[in-house]
């Protein structure tokens, strides 16, 4: 038996399939390398000396989606596969929709004809809205659209699930509400390798660092924060991959989501010094005027992730910048 990882080359789907593999597990990858390097795969079996089938499939193909669960014994899956450019969703919200809402249809077709009913998936912090107050909680009333495309195909995604698991016993559906992921693999082998311009914080500063780019935008300095910018909840990749073992053991039926994040957060400005210490030098940063959509504070209340499934955050802001920069350094 083995577990289904879709979108297991990515960034956080190959953490987590170095995770698995070293555990034990089985698996099978499902990728269309929209967004990663088929190299991957090879680092991800370089590192764990494990072999494994991929399938080069788009999860908008059905016959290629049920031919991976007709060829493998697949208790569960564990779904990564998506689409996650903010700024890209806002200009083609049909390919976002398409891509991650009737992908995921598509996945969940197959799963029921294979009568396999165990997924986790990935969701996001993006789900709560600007009316929620940070620490978030799982029960906190989420809005019907999220600021951009992106976030609101996570909000269908999880309610899919959540009507799929009332309509059919033996369902179990763990949401897995990801706040700031950042960092890499301590071999330097694996990592986040955005695209064109970075959006996110860390991805960005990297590239400063490594003289990819000449400086840091800082977005927005006067928010109703101690030192004026936004506060985010980052946690390591390593961790964040970890949690996805723990939400596979998980044994309750029904549809859960779930913070995966560390409780504490931190200021961009915090984030460069972090980032400065682990590269050793000081980056060039310039204020700049707040990015719309940006809320003040988003951080996880992480207590029902220990509770259920018995895991906590172990890696805090100095290993993820240094990892961060390991990674950045091993692959300019
Ligand atoms: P990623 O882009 O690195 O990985 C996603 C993988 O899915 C890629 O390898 C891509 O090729 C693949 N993929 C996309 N569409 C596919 C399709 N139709 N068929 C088959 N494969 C497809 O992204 P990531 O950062 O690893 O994120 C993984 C998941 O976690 C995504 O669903 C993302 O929305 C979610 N998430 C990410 C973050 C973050 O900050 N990275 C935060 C919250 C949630
Ligand atoms: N920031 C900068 N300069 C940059 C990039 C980011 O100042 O060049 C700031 C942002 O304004 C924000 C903070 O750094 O205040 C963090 O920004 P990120 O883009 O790294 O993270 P977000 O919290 O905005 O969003 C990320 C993902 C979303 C996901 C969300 C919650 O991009 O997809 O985390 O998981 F939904």
């Known amino acids: 038996m083995a577990i289904l990882v879709t979108g297991g080359a990515g960034y956080i789907g190959s953490h987590t399939c170095v995770e698995l593999l070293n555990a034990g597990y089985e698996i099978v990858v499902l990728d269309n390398f929209s967004n990663s390097e088929p190299d991957v795969i090879r680092r991800i079996k370089e590192l764990t000396g494990k072999d494994f089938p991929v399938a080069a499939v788009n999860l908008l193909h059905a016959p290629d989606v049920s031919r991976v669960f007709a060829e493998n014994e697949i208790e569960a899956v564990i779904h990564f596969a998506g689409l996650k450019a903010v700024g890209e969703s806002v200009a083609k919200p049909l390919e976002y929709y398409h891509n991650n809402v009737t992908g995921t249809l598509t996945l969940l077709g197959a799963m029921r004809e294979f009568g396999c009913k165990r997924i986790v998936f990935s969701s996001s912090a993006t789900v709560y809205g600007a009316d929620n107050k940070a620490p978030f909680k799982e029960t906190d009333p989420l809005p019907a659209a999220a600021s951009n495309p992106y976030g609101t195909t996570k909000l269908v995604i999880e309610n899919i699930l959540r009507d799929l698991c009332v309509s059919e016993e033996g369902w179990s559906a763990v949401l897995l509400r990801y706040f700031n992921p ?151």
Request: charged share 25%; hydrophobic share 35%; net charge neutral.
């Open 182 to 332: 950042v960092g890499a693999h301590k071999s330097g082998l694996l990592g986040e390798r955005p695209k064109g311009v970075p959006n996110n914080l860390v991805p960005f500063i990297s590239q400063v660092a490594a003289g990819r780019r000449e400086y840091l935008n800082i977005f927005g300095s006067d928010y109703d924060t101690p030192d004026g910018t936004c506060i985010r909840d980052y946690l390591h990749v390593v961790d964040l991959a970890k949690g996805h073992l723990k939400a596979l053991e998980y044994k309750g039926a029904g549809a859960e989501a779930i913070n995966l994040g560390t409780g504490r957060g931190y200021s961009v400005l915090e984030v460069l010094a972090a980032y400065e210490k682990a590269c050793g030098r000081k980056l060039p940063s310039r204020q700049a005027e707040r990015r719309p959509g940006d809320i003040a504070e988003s951080c996880a209340d992480a207590s029902k992730a220990l509770k259920l499934l018995g895991w906590r955050a172990e890696l805090g802001l100095d290993e993820m910048c240094a990892d961060a920069w390991n990674y950045e350094k091993n692959n300019i």
